[in-house]
């Protein structure tokens, strides 16, 4: 015969809890919260439930944090500790701590790390809307005295020994560039700053590729007159960085299509592409004949027609090819050269079918046609 478990020595004690709740059966125990202070008179004994609350529906609410209560008290009621608050997320932008996550980060986010990812770039961009976005306009930069923002970040760029250090590195230069144009001294700082850059177009971590390419953006949008001495080595690794297997890193390449295409010598910068254009396999070829398509746009009918025999068969070439994306791209690098040298690109389309031409015949009409409504 079962006797049944034996009875516990153990004395029951009932608790605040198991007597505000009401249910002998409730299996959760509510945590309490201890007043600040008590009042004279009354009992110091933690409440259960806050006002208006009910063991039903209403959940348990400590009557101490109640948002009720210290709206009417005229007090702010706490943050929920879900919300992580800007503070803990902040980078020592500059110094010989470039990088390190202050006290209060999550251990995910440690220096220590050698790789890093985008879901850690959106928490340490201080400049995106998450954070509050910009800062106002006319607000000065985050300088001490006439130090040298750029100078000092581009310094432990260089020395960073992990992809992590690297990317936090780029990603203060790149909200620095972004938001303070015009303090970064770019005739002392500018040749020191892109050839790291163009090295960190190679590196192995794609997010660090993919920051490096947006820091060139950012500098080519204020000082595009100055990328001659850059021209080749830019032009070669953005068309490489096209055809990397990262989409984030081949979306970045191409957004610097256009305006790397007006910051370059046009003349040297077609010389160097239309070899490319004859040789290079997909998906290199596409962006070689996406970034030669920029390029023809800004190019004169003089220049441009003493190179249309080496020209326009790569260009036909590639409107032959397997790849659908190359073959549109293809056409509208063709329609680009019509659109400069006008018919004289026709002795050089012997190759194509009568139904490409046909199709050629109509980009061109489309495109004249949305000229002229301009």
Known sequence: MHAGPAPSTRSHIPTPSTASIGSPTTSRIPMFRRPNSTTPG???????LGKGTSPQGGGVRSASVDPERMSERGQV??????????????ILRTGSQMGDIKEG?????????????????????FGSPEHGGPPPSGTAPPTSGDRDEVDLIVKELATASSS?????????????????????NWDNNLTATMKPLLGLLDDEDPPTRTLALRVVREILKTQSSKMVEFSEPLT???????????????QAA???????????????????????AAKEKYPMLLGVIKFLTKVVVLSKDEFLSQHLSALVPSVVKGYCHTESSVRKTSVFCLVAIHAVVGEK???????????????????????????SDQ
């Open 42 to 48: 009354k009992s110091s004994t933690p409440q259960a």
């Open 254 to 276: 191409e957004d610097i299509f256009s305006l790397l295409a007006p910051a370059l010598p046009n003349e040297s910068t077609l010389l160097l592409l239309i070899p490319m």
């Open 77 to 90: 009621p706490p943050r929920p500790s879900s919300v992580r608050s800007h503070s803990s997320l902040k």
């Open 164 to 184: 992590k250090l690297r990317g936090l590195a780029l990603q203060s230069l790149l909200t620095f560039t972004r938001e303070y144009p015009n303090k970064c």
């Open 345 to 371: 690109i026709r002795e050089y389309l012997s190759k194509l079918t009568s139904s490409q031409i046909k199709l050629l015949d109509l980009y061109i009409k489309r495109h004249q046609g949305s000229n």
């Open 105 to 125: 980060s999550s251990p995910s986010n440690s220096a220590a790390s050698s790789q890093f990812s985008f879901s850690d770039l959106t928490k340490l961009d």
């Open 236 to 250: 070669l690794k953005v068309v490489k960085s096209f055809a990397d297997n990262d989409t984030s890193v081949s």
